[in-house]
């Protein structure tokens, strides 16, 4: 009985060492928002793809964070002719993809190549390569990429070219491991994706960055991928630690990110950087029967109440948008005014054009084509977190005779729907570059195939955008553009929300960073843990 005494001691105290013993710290957890629509990158506009593609794929050149310049990436040096019509790269010498097998001039001709093939899913991207004509080897590290045109981003768009392994992805199969694999040259190789949950990427130890001489970037051992749309959750795994770094909106940094384990287990930030600010937008359906009416969607601006907004979900940190530019690009028109809540100017404006409450149930109607129809729209929203903007446009709408319903949509059926172009009406957001190119989103050509998702259809602007893509001198560029900007905005294609000013996040303490942010981003990929073990937990 003595000696079982003893050994039900021996067995707590071993138990206790084992879960005093501190953990390993491997992995870096981040979080994407919403699972990738499609896992292969080659012609996919979906964010959350292009997270998962930035650790593993890589262009011929790299944007610097900190000055936003051109640097070497799978080329080492460069050089533009002097028509700027073709640009010659040298690559690396001895860079591997992750399967061992050497990178060449071959890859970067079938990248190319492939935009341009349907097979591959590339039309909703092709609209950005098509001023470039082709990729010439030289030899097996040496190749031109030859302009067809003279579009002034051309190099830009030749130095950014994404590549991909021809032995790879030219195999014969059905195209459905392309969704299960991935294969590039990065310094993260994929390691499992458990779908519905998270992917895990691991080092690429073989990376060739890691031989370059004062390398600081991609420190972590592993990185955790996980997919939560619900900003509240996004939150709380960071109070426990199964997130290290997220994003964080004004209400989480002012309201939500308190309490005595901030500034201790968990930290939050408020910096402000050079990078591009996106926007959010209610996007029309200019084609819809009630919204093909200009007049109608100015009316329906007019119902959107973004100081209170601003106030009540966002505590002054942003400010009323005016439109797809933000207002410290040197491509945004000074001249453009914030639409403002007028309620009264609203109603108006729909009387003028028709719209009455002709059988008392308190919703506008009038005769579309012959029938009779309620002044009612849907309006298509991916994420939980938005749900109170579209609520306070929906009980402001209500009180001038718009029905407004919302409908929220998990987000592949949601890019399903968007890609038909099956919608009343669909919230989203635009990222933003330094330099603003609209031909992607505005121009009548990409209505089909490219992110005109509204149908939005101009003849002016279309013209005046085409004639800007050929103008070299940056200041003459913007003349043309500020005019096409001025055109967008005045024909109301889309409800634009707020610009953010501030850039909030969190991060777990365990992480150790050289500065809160650099000019062109925070850097997370410049960030490491503090030590290699773990604090017991």
């Known amino acids: 009985m003595k000696y079982k005494k003893l050994s039900i001691v021996l067995l707590v105290i071993l138990m206790v060492s084992c879960q005093q013993r501190p953990r390993e710290n491997s992995v870096f957890y981040v979080d994407i928002g919403n699972e990738p629509s499609r896992l292969s990158p080659i012609g996919s506009t979906d964010a959350a793809a292009g997270r998962v593609a930035d650790y593993i794929f890589e262009g011929l050149l790299a944007k610097d964070i900190k000055t936003y310049e051109w640097k070497p990436s799978l080329a080492e040096s460069w050089t533009v002719s002097k028509d700027k019509m073709e640009y010659t790269f040298k690559l690396r010498e001895g860079v591997k993809w992750q399967d061992g097998k050497e990178l060449t001039s071959e890859d970067v001709k079938f990248s190319f190549d492939i935009l341009f093939e349907d097979k591959f899913n590339t039309i909703p991207v092709r609209s950005y390569y098509v001023g470039l004509k082709e990729v010439k080897i030289i030899d097996k590290y040496n190749l031109k990429i030859i302009a067809k045109d003279e579009n002034w981003q051309n190099f830009d768009i030749a130095a950014g070219l994404t590549i991909y392994p021809k032995h790879f992805y030219s195999r014969d ?51 955790v991928l996980r997919f939560t749309s619900d900003q509240n959750v996004k939150l709380e795994m960071l109070k426990k630690g199964s997130l290290d770094y997220m994003g964080m909106r004004p209400e989480d940094y002012v309201k939500k990110a308190t309490g005595p384990i901030w500034g201790k287990s968990v930290h939050k930030v408020l910096t402000e950087n050079s990078t591009p600010k996106g926007y959010n937008w209610i996007g029309w359906n200019n084609k819809h029967p009630i919204l093909k009416d200009r007049e109608v969607r100015k009316a329906l601006y007019h119902l959107v109440n973004r100081k209170l907004m601003i106030d009540k979900f966002e505590y002054g940190y942003s400010v009323p948008a005016v439109g797809p530019v933000y207002p410290s690009s040197p491509y945004h028109n000074d001249s453009l005014k914030p639409v403002e809540f007028n309620p009264k100017l609203a109603l108006k404006i729909l009387r003028a054009a028709g719209w009455k409450d002709t ?34 446009f929906k009980e402001d709408a209500r009180k001038a005779g718009v029905e407004i319903n919302i409908k929220l949509i998990e987000w592949n059926s949601f890019v399903k729907l968007l890609e038909e172009k099956k919608f009343d009406a669909c919230r989203l957001a635009w990222s933003a570059s330094v330099d603003w190119n609209p031909i992607q989103i505005w121009h009548s050509d990409s209505i089909e195939g490219g992110s005109n998702f509204v149908s939005f ?35 109301h294609p889309y409800v634009w929300f707020t610009y953010k000013e501030s850039t909030m996040y969190g991060h777990t303490n365990r992480i150790k960073k050289e500065k809160d942010t650099y000019q062109y981003g925070i850097g997370t990929s410049y960030w490491d843990f503090k030590s290699k073990m773990r604090e017991v937990e």
């Open 173 to 223: 199969e059905k195209k459905s491991f392309f969704n299960k694999e991935l294969l590039g040259s990065g310094p993260y190789k994929l390691a499992d994706y458990s779908r519905g949950n998270r992917i895990l990427l691991e080092k690429n130890e073989d990376w060739w960055g890691f031989q370059v001489p004062d390398q600081k970037e991609w420190n972590f051992p592993k990185i």
């Open 359 to 392: 059988d008392g149930d308190n919703i506008l109607d009038k005769v579309i084509d012959g029938k009779k129809t309620k002044f009612s729209i849907t309006i298509m929203e991916p994420s939980e977190a938005f749900m109170k903007y579209l609520t306070v």
């Open 457 to 491: 259809s101009n003849k002016r602007a279309d013209e005046l955008m085409m004639k800007a893509k050929f103008i070299h001198n940056r200041e003459e560029r913007i003349k043309l553009l500020n005019e096409v900007q001025k055109i967008i905005v005045n024909e």
